[in-house]
């Protein structure tokens, strides 16, 4: 099973709004990542998590807030998002370390995000 | 600066043919892996394909093979006997450090009935 599953896959909010995205999986995958991805365009890593520690984040602007509370979950907070925010959000977990299969993502269906 | 490069932003192919899509990387390391992922207008990214950098032998999956040149920093997809469930936009990556990807910009594929 190479399964991660996203929730919302749709949400609208105003620029005032708090919200959270949610990623479960259950692979035993002790690395799990956020992407944004806008229309036509690569993804891009936003943060990493590594055995529940974040391990990476790409400069984010603290509007975005992530969390991991265990193993297989993977949530972010948004608060006080820009229009420019509007985005595709990936969700991709892979086994943690390096060589071998560590090094495959897998990635959930994504939360279309519009902000208002 | 490790970069990969995707030259067709678009191809087409007639349903059954053949198609190559061309994806070439600069890496300073000595020790990396290679992807190509899938991701349909349904938006999930789908795992294609995995080369290691490692191998010579160059890696297939049912009707997806890869040509690694690796002097040639070239690693091509080919998509045999194409079908209408394959048109979907192609990403390219090669890892980056551990936890990084470099992904392509893209190539869009159109399967003609």
């Known amino acids: 099973d190479t399964e991660v599953t996203q929730t919302p896959k749709h949400l609208v909010m105003g620029m005032t709004n708090k919200k959270s995205l949610k990623c479960e999986q259950h692979?035993?995958?002790?690395?799990m990542y956020w992407y944004k991805q806008k229309a036509k365009k690569p993804p891009e890593l936003m943060f990493v998590?590594?055995?529940?520690?974040?391990?990476i984040n790409e400069s984010v602007p603290s509007r975005f807030s992530p969390e991991c509370p265990n193993s297989s979950l993977l949530n972010l907070h948004l608060h006080a998002l820009q229009p420019e925010d509007s985005a595709l959000y990936l969700c991709?977990?892979?086994?943690?370390?390096?060589?071998?299969?560590?090094?495959?993502?897998?990635f959930g269906p994504g939360t279309r995000l519009l902000v208002l | 600066a490790q970069t990969v490069t995707q030259s067709q932003p678009e191809m087409s192919v007639q349903e059954a043919e053949t198609v190559t899509l061309s994806c070439t990387y600069d890496t300073s390391e000595s020790d990396y892996y290679l992807f190509w992922y899938k991701q349909p207008p349904s938006r999930q990214m789908i795992l294609v394909i995995r080369?290691?950098?490692?191998?010579?032998q160059n890696a297939t999956e049912n009707r997806f093979s890869v040509n690694f040149q690796k002097a040639a920093k070239s690693f091509s997809l080919k998509i045999s006997d194409s079908q209408l469930g394959d048109a979907a936009m192609y990403f390219c990556?090669?890892?980056?450090?551990?936890?990084?990807?470099?992904f392509g910009t893209g190539t869009r594929l159109k399967v003609l009935a």
């Open positions: 990556a090669v890892t980056s450090g551990t936890y990084k990807y470099i």
């Open positions: 080369q290691e950098a490692y191998k010579q």
């Open positions: 991709a977990s892979s086994q943690a370390g390096t060589g071998g299969d560590q090094e495959t993502q897998y």
């Open positions: 692979m035993g995958h002790r690395a």
């Open positions: 998590y590594s055995y529940e520690k974040l391990s």
